[in-house]
């Protein structure tokens, strides 16, 4: 029987994974590099399993594919010789190879794997004996095909059984011992009946088809090595693939639970923010009033300014952490707007000069009456954290504060310079004093000094802000420290309440005043705050309260969080449909991250963030109620 080349693939299912391995005796060593090697050639055992049954499967898959044709090719060679000859011991032959060859090609499939089914030969077993009986069969024909003196039937009988050795080379060669076994048998059948021909031409050509049957023999051994090692590969792909597959699924779990623990982070800075600022605001608060009524009484407790400056630290270590911790989560996007600069050099002298002016520091401001683009809370924080740092690390000369227009890469930007006399550092720390919680000079912590976040936060929320921050400095010439931003058209009105750090109370007169907060510690430290500045003030805990509190206001304090179904903003709009637009709302909260954000952009209103200082607080009273 000739099998002829087929080189095409076996369905998925005869080429996958088996489901269930074989099972493999258990190797076992006292030493751990036995044990490696043994687990090593475990591995390599299981592949060899795993190619041979593929080869198995392909070589199987042909024969299905190729075996009508080669039965039908040998019944055509022996119907020429029989129409030629006459002779019916051909077509018992025929019939014999014909029989033989189907049961070859019909390994695996019924009604073969029926038959088979009680024997324990495995398929590789099967296909080995009925190509053996097969080429046999074959082979042996050679006699009965001879005839003796007719040198053309003979002559095609070569041709015939030389093309049948050929296709049955290059179709079987999945399997090597049932290749090697159908060429041999085939092909040394023709040639031990040439050979029996005392003649030289005879034997000339016997040893021609000897010769001819060791090539293709030799061909088909390399054709399986090829093959086998094209399987390993993609056998070692394919498990390289699943490996990969198993690693991004880890990868994609973990970035899930990565994602679910920052949410949760966000959650818990959230609340943490909003539940620490909330009792500091009433600190900060209280405490200022007192200090607000020592000035006033021209006393001096020195036990009470050391208690004021322990809270305001505190207040200002909590408000840095938790912005470090939200810029790092990401709760907290930017709110690109314009921002002129002679706002932000106002805000910046009114809180630094005075303290600079207790060191003996000269500060200077300049600037040309810009407008940037930035998230004006984070850009005055910025600043802020720039001058602070250069106060507290010159001990004498001066600072300048400078904003410069500047072109960088095209594009026109403000680049704003805080510019110091103090110890200087080294370039090997400029990138480093970006890090948080490091401090040039303070390995002790000295808590005088600050805790090291300033200039970390600087970092961030100018990447935030899609801003350069950098720095220039030398041991004994001072630092530059410097941001720079994209320029944007001047902002024709700035619509952002002023703050201010310590000091006086803004005069309220006269303003009557509803101060609305779901933690009645506040309600009573603000109330007393605005009734100090001069105003008249009633206070609520709850929405409903606020609504049902008598008489007429002229501003709105206001909670973002509220007991009850209302938040701040909402109160807010019933409060000017009753009151009208002329209401004046402030809204003070502890959360830095807004949802209702946009709303109250577009509802005009003016939110600040807790805690807050007493001046600062009724400074703002004092703008909102400036622009009614």
């Known amino acids: 029987m000739s099998i002829p080349l087929s080189p095409e693939l076996v369905p998925e299912q005869d080429l996958g994974v088996p489901s269930s391995a ?127 003196g007719d040198a053309f039937a003979n002559a095609v009988l070569v041709l015939g059984y030389v093309m049948a050795l050929h296709s049955t080379a290059s179709g079987t060669f999945w399997l090597k011992r049932p290749m090697i076994a159908a060429c041999s048998l085939m092909g040394g059948g023709i040639a031990l009946r040439f050979a029996l021909e005392p003649d030289f031409i005879h034997r000339f050509i016997a040893t021609g088809v000897v010769f001819f049957t060791a090539m293709q023999v030799t061909f088909a051994m390399q054709a399986h090595r090829m093959q086998a090692e094209s399987i390993r590969q993609l056998i070692l792909n394919e498990r390289l693939a ?4 198993e690693q991004a699924r880890l990868a994609d779990a973990a970035s899930l639970q990565a994602e679910r623990a920052s949410l949760e982070k966000s959650r818990f800075l959230a609340a943490a923010s909003h539940d620490l600022r909330q009792p500091l605001h009433a600190v900060c608060l209280l405490t200022d009033l007192v ?15 050391r208690l004021a400056r322990s809270v305001f630290e505190l207040s200002e270590t909590v408000d840095a952490i938790l912005d470090l911790s939200r810029l790092d989560a990401g709760d907290e996007p930017p709110r690109q707007e314009p921002v002129r600069v002679a706002d932000m050099i106002a805000v910046l002298h009114r809180r630094y000069a005075a303290r600079g002016a207790q060191k003996g520091l000269a500060l200077r401001f300049f600037h040309r009456g810009q407008t940037v683009l930035a998230d004006r809370r984070m850009l005055e924080r910025l600043l802020g954290n720039l001058v602070d740092n250069a106060i507290k690390y010159t001990d004498a000369g001066g600072i300048l504060v400078a904003a410069r227009t500047v072109f960088h890469q095209g594009q026109r930007q403000v680049r704003f310079e805080v510019r110091d006399s103090g110890v200087g550092i080294a370039p090997a720390l400029h990138d480093q004093v970006f890090e948080e919680f490091f401090q040039v000079g303070n390995a002790a912590r000295d808590r005088k000094e600050g805790l090291g976040l300033g200039l970390s936060i600087v970092h961030r929320m100018a990447r935030a802000m899609d801003a350069s921050v950098g720095l220039r400095s030398a041991p004994g010439a001072g630092s530059t420290f410097w941001v720079r931003l994209r320029s944007a058209p001047p902002s024709a009105s700035d619509d952002t309440p002023e703050v201010r750090g310590a000091g006086d109370l803004a005069d309220l007169r006269g303003v009557r005043a509803l101060v609305v907060d779901n933690e009645w510690q506040i309600v009573e430290a603000a109330s007393a705050v605005l009734t100090r500045a001069g105003a008249r003030v009633t206070p609520a805990a709850t929405s409903q309260e606020a609504l049902a509190a008598p008489g007429d206001f002229d501003v709105a304090v206001l909670d973002y969080r509220l007991r009850g179904e209302m938040t701040g903003v909402q109160l807010a709009r019933v409060l000017r449909e009753r009151l009208g637009e002329r209401l004046a709302i402030l809204i003070i909260t502890g959360d830095r991250a807004l949802p209702d954000a946009g709303e109250l952009r577009q509802a005009g209103l003016q939110v600040l963030f807790k805690p807050l200082r007493a001046a600062a607080f009724t400074a703002a009273v004092a703008q909102v109620l400036g622009r009614r």
């Not at 129409?83 to 077509?91: E, G, N, P």
């Open 291 to 305: 200090s607000t009524a020592h000035r006033a009484e021209d006393r001096h407790d020195e036990q009470f300014s």
């Open 242 to 245: 699943a490996r990969l597959d």
């Open 22 to 148: 074989p099972a493999r005796p258990v190797l076992s060593s006292s030493h751990p590099n036995d044990t490696a090697q043994a687990a090593a050639a475990s591995v390599d055992i299981g592949l060899e399993e795993e190619i041979a049954r593929r080869m198995t499967a392909r070589y199987v898959a042909n024969l299905r594919q190729t075996g009508v044709v080669a039965n039908l090719g040998t019944a055509l060679l022996f119907a020429g010789f029989f129409w030629h000859h006459k002779d019916a011991a051909i077509l018992a032959c025929l019939a014999v190879v014909f029989l033989l060859g189907s049961a070859w090609s019909s390994v695996g499939r019924w009604p073969m794997d029926r038959l088979m089914r009680q024997s324990r030969m495995d398929e590789e077993q099967q296909i080995l004996l009925f190509a053996s009986a097969c080429s046999l069969a074959y082979g042996a024909s050679a006699f009965v095909l001879y005839s003796r």
